[in-house]
Every structure is written in C-alpha cells, then in structure tokens.
C-alpha cells in the first residue's frame, strides 16, 4: 500500500506528478464509456476497467480495489496490502501504469457512485454536483512554511481546502480531478 500510495499521480508533486497524470490522462482519453450506465460502485469499478480493456474484474478482485480504495488516503491495514498484490498482475506488465490503473479505479469508485445517487435524487448532473458535491474537501501537506491570507501554515502542516462548497466539485488547478468528462458521461446515462 505504501509503494502503491509513493507510485500514483495522486500523492506525488513537481515533474513526477506531471508524468504520472500524463499516463492518467491519456488513459482516460482512449476510454469509451457511451452505452455504460453502472450502478454502484461494483457497478462503477467493472464498467470502467472494461472500458480500460483490463480483464475482467472477478468477485475477489473487485472486493480487493474495495479495500485499497478504504485505504487510500490512510490507514494501516494489512488486507490492503495483499489487495495491491492481488490487483497488480490484472494491470499490466508496467509497474508504473500499474499503479496507476489501480490509483484511476480507486479514484472513480466511491466519487461516481455517489455522483450518479445525486443524479437519481436531484434530477441531473449539474444538480447533483451542486447539492451533493461527491468530494467535499481535498487535503494537502504544506511542503515549506507559507502563509495564505491571514493564515500562516508551518511546513508538514496538513491543510484542509472545501472545494464542494466553492461549487468546484472536480478541484482546481495542476491536480483538476482527470477523470471528470467520464464520470460526467457515466453519471448522466
Ligand atoms: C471516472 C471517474 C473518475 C476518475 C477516473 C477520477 C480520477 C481521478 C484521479 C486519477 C485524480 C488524481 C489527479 C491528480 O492527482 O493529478 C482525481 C482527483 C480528483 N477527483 Fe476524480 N475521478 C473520477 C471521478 C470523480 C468525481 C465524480 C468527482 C467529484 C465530483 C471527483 C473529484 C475529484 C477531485 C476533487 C480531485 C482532486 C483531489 C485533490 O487534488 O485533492 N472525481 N480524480
């Protein structure tokens, strides 16, 4: 889990995170999703790993991406790291792109499923992100002491930004969420 969290664009910065989202990038722009409509986030993970051209994700599979995605952001457990080695040999042979399949399933997962239970409660898509945004706050780790505002933050702090509030349910800037058009797509269907 650590070398899965040390290898995605998600937790990197600088010309690192510039690669690893190109790869991300690219990924999500030769996906197909017209024709999908995934329930859930089973639902969710499988359409997409199919549109991927991934093999198919078996029961055991799917309950493993699960796991990873509960442990993403944290966490020790170690069933997440046997769901990382479970899951790696099913995203080809690079290491690298590996891990981030792993990181564009993990992202999509609990994000779309809620996106597409907003659709069904508030009517469409742009309802759905402005009632119910599925991300309500992004985290970040001040690199080097700064200061925002009025606010001074020391280094290592670990800030908190609102973004569903700002009405910018897929984030802002270098790290926008990559997989918006397809979620956009999965969720209107
Ligand atoms: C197909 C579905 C999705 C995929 C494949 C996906 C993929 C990703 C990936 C790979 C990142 C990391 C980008 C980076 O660090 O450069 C990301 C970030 C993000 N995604 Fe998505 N995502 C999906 C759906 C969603 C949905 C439905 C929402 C909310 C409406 C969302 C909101 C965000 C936000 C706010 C970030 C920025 C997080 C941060 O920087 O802290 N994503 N997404």
């Not at 599979?61 to 990873?68: K, R, Y």
């Not at 996106?115 to 119910?132: K, N, Q, S, Y």
Request: with cysteine; hydrophobic share 55%; aromatic share 6%.
């Amino acid at each position: 889990m650590a070398w899965l969290r040390a290898t995605v664009a998600r937790f990197a910065y600088g010309e690192v995170h510039v690669r690893r989202r190109e790869f991300v990038e690219a990924e999500l722009a030769r996906i197909d999703v017209a024709g999908l409509r995934p329930v859930g986030r089973v639902g969710v993970v499988r359409a997409l790993a199919g549109a991927m051209g991934l093999p198919e994700l078996d029961e055991a599979a799917v309950g493993a991406l699960l796991v990873v995605a509960a442990n993403y952001f944290g966490g020790e457990d170690p069933a997440a790291d046997d769901a990382v080695r479970l899951l790696l040999p099913l995203m080809g042979s690079d290491a690298e792109q590996a891990a981030n399949r792993i990181g564009i399933l993990v992202q999509a997962c609990d994000a779309t499923a809620a996106l597409i239970e907003g659709v069904r409660e508030f009517g469409d898509v742009h309802a759905a992100l402005r009632f119910a945004p599925p991300v309500r706050v992004m985290r970040r780790v001040a690199l080097v002491a700064t200061r925002v505002g009025d606010v001074e933050i020391p280094a290592g702090e670990v800030v908190e930004l609102e973004v569903g509030a700002l009405g910018l349910a897929f984030g802002y800037g270098p790290r926008v969420c990559p997989g918006r058009a397809v979620a956009m797509a999965l969720a209107g269907a």
